[in-house]
């Protein structure tokens, strides 16, 4: 099936720093990225859709110039969690959707990225 | 938009005893439904989908699911589990057409014992 890599598995920053998480379709070209949030013990809340070339879609409540999101190319994603405080942090999670497959449905997740924000 | 209930947050079941996940969805739209299973610290690694066709959908893991239309339900069953099946669960639904944008339920915590 197809794979989604996510980097750094986990990072450790001080607050007030930035850091950046990578996400990348191995095997497939990823039209679209969703990157999601997920507290302990909770589900996921989506936080913004990616498009590759354009800018992405936030949902309503997540920051966009806290929460940057590129999509460079058809394999790349990142977010970048800007001048991060300890609220931020958090398991986050990229999805991606395989674009040579039409409207499956389905999409790939990566293996997430706990950030902690001392 | 849709929304996703599951309403049982914690399943203790014994090591080869039945299992069911329970799931239930709303829309306005046709739908796309998935579950989901992911183990601690990890992604999200899907177990089934139904998008079209025969409503019984069997996964991996042994795992099948059910689409009811009528009671807007897909739920999850597994007819023997084992403790590497202790997980949580995730259903998920998106909008048939509408890009895989998906949307969650809380999950259930499967938790497996001897």
């Known amino acids: 099936g197809a794979v989604v890599s996510q980097h750094p598995s986990r990072v450790i920053c001080k607050s007030g720093t930035s850091v950046k998480i990578e996400c990348r379709s191995l095997?497939?070209?990823?039209?679209?990225m969703f990157w999601y949030r997920q507290f302990p013990k909770q589900s996921l809340m989506l936080m913004a859709t990616?498009?590759?070339?354009?800018?992405?879609?936030?949902e309503q409540g997540v920051e966009k110039d806290k929460f940057l999101i590129n999509h460079a190319s058809l394999t790349l994603s990142t977010l970048t969690v800007t001048s991060a405080h300890p609220e931020d942090s958090s398991f986050y999670i990229c999805?991606?959707?395989?674009?040579?497959?039409?409207?499956?449905?389905?999409?790939?997740f990566g293996e997430g990225s706990r950030l902690t924000v001392l | 938009a849709q929304s996703v209930t599951q309403l049982d947050s914690q399943v203790p079941v014994f090591e080869e005893a039945p299992v069911e996940l329970r799931c239930n969805y709303s829309?306005?739209?046709?739908?796309?439904l998935f579950w989901y299973v992911q183990y601690p610290n990890q992604g999200l690694q899907l177990l089934l989908k139904?998008?079209?066709?025969?409503?019984l959908v069997k996964g991996i893991n042994g795992f099948e699911a059910e689409f009811n239309k009528s009671q807007t339900s897909f739920h999850l069953r597994k007819p023997s589990v084992h403790i590497s099946d202790t997980a949580e669960y995730f259903c998920?639904?998106?909008?048939?057409?509408?890009?895989?944008?998906?949307?969650f339920g809380t999950g259930t915590q499967l938790k497996v014992e001897l």
């Open positions: 139904y998008l079209s066709g025969s409503t």
């Open positions: 990616s498009n590759e070339g354009s800018k992405a879609t936030y």
């Open positions: 095997d497939f070209q990823a039209t679209t």
């Open positions: 829309s306005s739209v046709s739908v796309y």
């Open positions: 999805s991606a959707r395989d674009g040579g497959q039409g409207d499956t449905g389905e999409l790939f």
């Open positions: 998920a639904v998106s909008e048939a057409g509408g890009g895989n944008k998906l949307t």
